[in-house]
T-cell receptor, first 119, second 107 residues
Framework: QLQLQESGPGLMKPAETLSLTCTVS??????????WGWIRQPPGKGLEWIGS???????YYSPSLKSRLTMSVDTSKNQFSLRMRSVTAADTAVYYC???????????WGQGTLITVSS | DIQMTQSPSSLSASVGDRVTITCQAS??????LNWYQQKPGKAPKLLIY???SLDTGVPSRFSGSRSGTDFTFTISSMQPEDFATYYC?????????FGGGTKVDIK
């Protein structure tokens, strides 16, 4: 059974760089039939797509976040990662990693990790 | 970006009720729409893809339909486990965008 597990810092200060990693078990990130994506949800609010990556390193970013984002994939570790520069309080959210079909449906999700940005 | 206008933002229902939620896309996305269910403190769960196809294991009381840029999500008979928040998400064009959500609670 596929499982995804996010790992990240929890609490951050403004202007720092957020680094999140998603470890995949029970399936391979080196797959031609899935994307691997990040979606976030501020407390009490709706869902926002951040970006997605394919196993070959092709990336797709939300235009509103693109200037601050870098996504990568490590097939040897079966992980994919997100870096977001210059975080602010507006980046406080639960961050989910997901497996997405080629139809962009997020059909498997991690449990999510709360990232709080506060001085 | 394609805007997804989801309504209502909340509704109250009883067990056995028929519940309908709508999403309107700001431009043509053909059938490229997903519906998700999210329970408090949990990750969303994909229920429907391609506007009307049920994901594996999803009960048949859930359904979806499309008319032009208007999409409808229906629960034919509410069950206790269906009280949750529901989101639509379009994938007709990047960036992927979500509706604002509909919270379905107990009347």
């Amino acid at each position: 059974q596929l499982q995804l597990q996010e790992s990240g810092p929890g609490l951050m200060k403004p202007a720092e760089t957020l680094s999140l990693t998603c470890t995949v078990s029970g399936g391979a990130v080196r797959s031609t039939t899935y994307y691997w994506g990040w979606i976030r949800q501020p407390p009490g609010k709706g869902l926002e797509w951040i970006g997605s990556i394919y196993y070959d390193g092709s990336t797709y970013y939300s235009p509103s976040l693109k200037s601050r984002l870098t996504m990568s994939v490590d097939t040897s570790k079966n992980q994919f990662s997100l870096r977001m520069r210059s975080v602010t309080a507006a980046d406080t959210a639960v961050y989910y990693c997901t497996r997405q079909t080629l139809r962009w449906g997020s059909e498997r999700w991690g449990q999510g990790t709360l990232i709080t940005v506060s001085s | 970006d394609i805007q997804m206008t989801q309504s209502p933002s909340s509704l109250s229902a009883s067990v056995g009720d028929r519940v309908t939620i709508t999403c309107q896309a700001s431009q043509d996305i053909t059938r490229y729409l997903n519906w998700y269910q999210q329970k408090p403190g949990k990750a969303p769960k994909l229920l429907i893809y391609d506007a009307s196809s049920l994901d594996t294991g999803v009960p048949s009381r859930f359904s979806g339909s499309r008319s032009g840029t208007d999409f409808t999500f229906t629960i034919s008979s509410m069950q206790p486990e269906d009280f949750a928040t529901y989101y639509c998400q379009q994938y007709g064009n990047l960036p992927l965008t979500f509706g604002g959500g509909t919270k379905v609670d107990i009347k």
